[in-house]
């Protein structure tokens, strides 16, 4: 009875977040209802016993990623409700929403073709609670999936060099920058 | 050791009675604790500039804040026109909330080792003396201190005025750049303690000074610690969210009344909540010697001592450092702390290990030299290649 309380409060505020991020008018309210979503998501694992991806949801994706986010929303000041009608492409609003459609097509299509649990059988073995948890996780990420887990950190720091190569501005040009006194 | 013994027979009514209790005397203590922190840092620094300080409210005037605050109730709740009203609204409320929470999981009390594993009675129950020991633990301090990011950020934006705006902006820039640091020094005492909850790594530390971490850990996590920790709370010498001289007031410029007072508390409350957690984490929370009568009584004694010499040591900062300059700021975070505490966090991990398996000293310590040896030189070689390539680039240009 409680699961099913908390799972349907959790969506339902899943579910408000993800309309109000394409509703909002103002992408730091935008990027709020974003952030309402990434809660419910963590509710959920929590409710799965999943304790430690909450954790991590709310510290990475909540903390960190939509930080950046806000970030670049009011450093660039577009911090404003834009002309939806000025678009860049002219074919843009109509491939969303074949897009969006299709995606939705499929969606209706596997709810019904699908009849059994999609997630029938469990993860991992062994008793999910505290740091149990934990300790499961370490040992698939590092034992089963150490590969693919490796490859994408080297996948993250060659798009963390690639963006400061981006971003390095040659050094007599920086020179020319900070002495009109805009080095912050 | 998986969560409060309180909750392992089901729960009943005296089992929420308890959680009430726990939760408002952790509410109060908080509140009366930051009454206290502003006195202490008003009369504090006034002492180390020579100055006399709040005096007149109250015996030495202990009840300035008290008054600040009924002040702060009765004035005019102004909005500029500028502002986003909503989220104008909603950000003192993200910063108050997130700096109760942070201090839910803060073992204040209870006798660690020796057979007893940290529990107290209360009313023929036993439990911690802590409002939660969920089983991800510190974590949660980490995704407070995250969240707590958006309080000082959308203030900032939500003004609608440029000085705020800067001042929050350094802000996420500052606190995104030192979590990073933080959350690595807080790993290597997962690693030792081998739990996220606050009250394993409490008992992990039980029986003498020299199991705790600042100690076992060597002492290179708890200062990376404590210099994250103060850039995190935006304290002296890393204040440059609200450095008066460039920013006004910073991100809470435009604030006033009890808005601008919930600020303010969130600020004194995670100064508290920042030496609680580096009390549990490195100085082994409530453990001390018990020396008379009252055996639950001298934890709590000993866990406040504890904390009252990490709050000094706040103000001592704030009336000795002068503040650093932005590109300092980024320097000691990124350049400096956390190549330091990740050098660290591998040494402990492999010094672990190594226990662990059993390992060859020479055999462990030598492989990990010629490791370090080979990628260093590697890491230089493609840095001084880059430099040249790019040095080429830019004469062709």
Known sequence: MVDTVVFILAAAICLTGALGVILARNPVHSALMLVMTLFGIAVQFVAQEAHFLAAVQVIVYAGAIVVLFLFVIMLLGVDRAQNLELSVLPIQKWAALLFGAGSLAMLGVLIIVVKDPVTGAEAMGGSATGDENVRLLARSLFSDYVYAFELTSLLLVIAVIGAVVLARKPKKVLDSVTEEGSEA | ?397
């Open chain 2, 1 to 397: 050791m998986t969560g409060d013994p309180l909750f392992i027979d089901g729960v009943d009514l005296g089992d929420i009675g308890i959680m009430a209790v726990k939760v408002l005397v952790a509410f109060t203590f908080l509140l009366v604790a930051t009454m206290f922190m502003v006195w202490f840092e008003r009369k504090l620094i006034s002492d180390m500039q020579n100055r006399i300080g709040p005096n007149v409210a109250g015996p030495w005037g202990l009840l300035q804040t008290f008054a600040d605050g009924v002040k702060f109730f009765f004035k005019e709740d102004l909005r500029p026109e500028n502002a986003d009203p909503l989220v104008f609204r909603l950000a003192p409320y993200i910063a108050a909330v997130t700096a109760f929470l942070s201090f839910a999981v803060v073992p204040i009390g209870g006798s660690f080792g020796s057979g007893s594993s940290g529990t107290v009675t209360i009313f023929g129950r036993e439990t911690y003396l802590q409002v939660a020991d969920p089983p991800i633990g510190i974590l949660l301090l980490l995704a407070m201190s995250s969240i707590a990011v958006y309080g000082v950020m959308l203030a900032g934006w939500a003004s609608g005025s440029k000085y705020p705006l800067i001042g929050s902006v350094r802000a996420s820039a500052q606190a995104i750049s030192y979590e990073a640091a933080l959350g690595m020094a807080t790993v290597v005492v997962v690693i030792l303690a081998g739990t996220l909850s606050t009250h394993g790594i409490v008992a992990a530390q039980s029986g003498g000074i020299t199991r705790w971490f600042v100690v076992s850990s060597g002492i290179v996590p708890f200062l990376v610690f404590l210099i994250a920790a103060t850039a995190e709370l935006n304290r002296p010498p890393f204040d440059l969210v609200e450095a008066e001289q460039e920013l006004v007031g910073g991100f809470h410029t435009e604030y006033s009344s009890i808005r601008f007072a919930l600020f303010f508390l969130a600020e004194f409350m995670n100064v508290i909540t920042m030496s609680a957690i580096m009390v549990t984490l490195f100085f082994g929370g409530p453990a001390g010697p018990i020396l008379f009568g009252m055996t639950w009584f001298w934890p709590t004694i000993w866990f406040l001592l504890k904390v009252l010499v990490f709050l000094f040591v706040f103000v001592w900062f704030r009336a000795t450092l002068p503040r650093l300059r932005y590109d300092q700021l980024m320097h000691l975070g990124w350049k400096v702390l956390i190549p330091l505490i990740l050098f660290w966090l591998m040494f402990i991990s492999l010094k672990e290990l190594r226990a662990a398996h059993n390992w060859n000293w020479v055999a462990t310590y030598g492989a990990a030299f010629i490791a370090l040896v080979i990628g260093t030189a590697l890491l230089l070689a493609g840095l001084r290649a880059g430099d040249r390539a790019f040095q080429d680039e830019l004469e062709e240009a």
